[in-house]
């Protein structure tokens, strides 16, 4: 069958792998000029399964309140008159009860467990190169109170098959000597060694590549806008340079998706939360990151990429815009530079800003449309590097009519 994927990230990018090893004609179609040019292009890169806990908690409400008039980093909360926003918020706000937060970090844990399974047999078949590690991750403490009640909450994801230990500041040096010199800032860490991290820019471009070669077709600079319905089925995608007929659609559009769903009927319930990133070069720097980590009390997350480190932080809530300032880096560089003086050569820091496409649970969006030919692969938050391969080969499995291997709660729109 011929299958239209819109959307060239990385979900795009990996549901075109999935059905192109089941034997589907796949054109992927992109308004950038090459793969993983929007939220792909420079996120943390943690394929973090122990890293899943949901957002929306009863801690949440305030914690967003408390931003308003606070200058904080880590969080920004900027209410705007959007409708599409205050939507949102409501159901998010419905999610911030202590049962919703484990059940949808019950969920999303399992969908990154299995997501990490697929990755791995993927990399066993395609051997794409992305500067990946597979040696654990850091979730570092400064305080001891702050450290025993992550490793009492931790149990959710435990239960969930992931391995987290807890250990002191001198295991903290151990696991990456680079942290040796500041481990005296840290009362210790949660390390989970199956966890691992990789640039996703690198690997969707080069995965787009390889699946160019096995007859994939992509097409760039083409703007999807809109499509040509006959009955309960799409006929065709409009696009700025034409129609592109197809006998399945998958949706993948990232912070973008609900745009074109309300075209179809959905009303997809995804909206953009800002972060931002720097990338710097090693260049000569004898102390780079060994493995991948987050200062959990500053929320910065960082990853090695062979020559480059990258670092990322805040959460802001501020509409579609992706302009960023100096000074929207500076308490993460802070950061950076207190862990890792001698780590990258900070001061040639690339800057970027990125949209992560959140549903209120944390969970995506996978399923039939209301259009039979129709398919969700959506809304992966802020895990889409992590839960991208699994979700993509659910959307396959759906579409060849198997059961996916891990139940869909939650996930399939209603
Ligand atoms: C600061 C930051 C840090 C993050 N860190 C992590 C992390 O450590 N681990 C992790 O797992 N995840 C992380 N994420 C989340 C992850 O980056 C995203 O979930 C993921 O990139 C989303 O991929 P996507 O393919 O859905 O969206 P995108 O990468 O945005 O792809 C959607 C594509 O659709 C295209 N498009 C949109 N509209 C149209 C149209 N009308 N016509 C044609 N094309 C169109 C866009 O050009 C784009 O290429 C982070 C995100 C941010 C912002």
Redesign the pocket.
């Known amino acids: 069958m011929k299958v239209l994927v819109?959307?060239?990230?990385?979900?795009?990018v990996t549901t075109a792998y999935e059905l192109n090893r089941d034997g589907h004609e796949v054109t992927v179609?992109?308004?950038?000029a090459l793969?993983?040019?929007?939220?792909?292009?420079?996120?943390?890169?943690?394929?973090?399964p122990s890293h899943a806990y949901a957002w929306s908690s009863p801690a949440a409400p305030g914690i967003l309140l408390r931003s308003l008039w606070r200058n904080d980093q880590a969080l920004r909360f900027r209410p705007t008159p959007d409708p599409q926003f205050w939507n949102w918020m409501w159901k998010f706000w419905q999610q911030c009860t202590t049962e919703r937060a484990a059940l949808n970090t019950q969920r999303k844990a399992r969908l990154c467990a299995y997501s990490l399974g697929v990755f791995h047999e993927t990399l066993a078949r395609a051997k794409i190169a992305y500067d990946g590690r597979q040696d654990g991750i850091l979730y570092l403490y400064r305080s001891q109170k702050a450290l025993d009640a992550a490793g009492a909450k931790a149990d959710l994801l435990r239960k969930e098959g992931c391995v987290i230990e807890l250990i002191g500041r001198d295991g903290v040096a151990a696991k990456d000597p680079a942290l040796s010199e500041v481990k005296g800032k840290f009362a210790g860490a949660l390390f989970a060694p199956n966890d691992e991290s990789g640039d996703?820019r690198l690997f969707t471009r080069n995965m787009a590549k390889w699946l160019e070669e096995k007859g994939v077709t992509f097409k760039f600079g083409?703007?999807?806008?809109g499509f040509e319905l006959e009955g309960d089925r799409i006929k065709a995608v409009v696009?700025d340079k034409g129609r592109e007929a197809g006998d399945i659609i998958v949706l993948?559009?990232?912070?973008?998706s609900p745009?074109?769903a309300r075209q179809l009927g959905a009303k997809l319930p995804i909206y953009p939360v800002?972060?931002?990133?720097i990338t710097a070069p090693v260049a000569g720097r004898n102390n780079p990151p060994g493995i991948g980590g987050i200062d959990e009390e500053n929320l910065v997350?960082y990853?090695p990429y062979g020559d480059r480190v990258r670092a990322?932080?805040?959460a802001e809530f501020s509409g579609y815009g992706r302009t960023h300032r100096p000074e929207d880096f500076r308490a993460m560089l802070a950061v950076m530079r207190e862990l890792f003086p001698h780590g990258a050569d900070w001061e040639r820091s690339e800057y970027w800003a990125?949209?992560?496409?959140m549903t209120p649970e944390g969970t995506p969006i996978l399923g039939q449309g209301r259009y039979r030919n129709l398919w969700f692969n959506?809304g992966?938050?802020?895990?889409?590097?992590?839960?991208?391969h699994g979700a993509s080969r659910i959307t396959a499995d759906l579409i060849a009519g198997k059961k996916p291997k891990i139940p869909l709660d939650g996930m399939i729109l209603t």
């Open positions: 819109l959307g060239a990230g990385i979900v795009g179609i992109d308004r950038e793969p993983a040019s929007f939220t792909s292009y420079g996120n943390a890169g943690l394929f973090a996703c083409t703007t999807v806008t696009t993948a559009l990232g912070v973008y745009h074109l800002k972060g931002y990133s997350a990853a990322t932080a805040t990125g949209l992560r496409p959506t992966q938050g802020h895990m889409g590097w992590t839960m991208s």
